[in-house]
Nanobody, 125 residues
Framework: AQVLVESGGGSVQSGGSLRLSCVGS????????MAWFRQAPGKEREGVAF???????AYADSVKGRFTISRDNDKKTLYLQMNALKAEDTAMYYC???????????????????WGQGTQVTVSL
């Protein structure tokens, strides 16, 4: 069974906003470091935003000031609010969970234990 399920992707014009959600069946959800990654065609998967179990956050430089990651542990849901979207934000966005904190420190996809199936975000000029 899929432990992480994303939703909220879609097509939007440059400057627009989208909110991604990721519902997790992890137990305990609150104790996992969570993250959003993205992968554009022909490019490596890159970490976009991270949030740990005490709600400390970290962001890629390319999205700082535009994206906000948050989590609702009662709902077992991770969010990514994306504002001022740019064409270069176009990618498949993945939710990921790490049983420890290494993933947030390294930003390495290999350090994350669980992945969602992805949701496509397309930003047009």
């Amino acid at each position: 069974a899929q432990v992480l399920v994303e939703s909220g992707g879609g097509s939007v014009q440059s400057g627009g906003s989208l909110r991604l959600s990721c519902v997790g069946s992890l137990d305990p959800f609150f104790d996992h470091t969570m993250a959003w990654f993205r992968q554009a065609p022909g490019k490596e998967r890159e970490g976009v935003a991270f949030i740990d179990n005490i709600h400390d956050t970290a962001y890629a430089d390319s999205v700082k000031g535009r994206f906000t990651i948050s989590r609702d542990n009662d709902k077992k849901t991770l969010y990514l609010q994306m504002n001022a979207l740019k064409a270069e934000d176009t990618a498949m966005y993945y939710c990921a969970a790490d049983k420890e904190v290494a993933g947030m420190l390294t930003g390495n996809p290999a350090d994350f234990d669980y992945w969602g199936q992805g949701t496509q975000v397309t930003v047009s000029l």
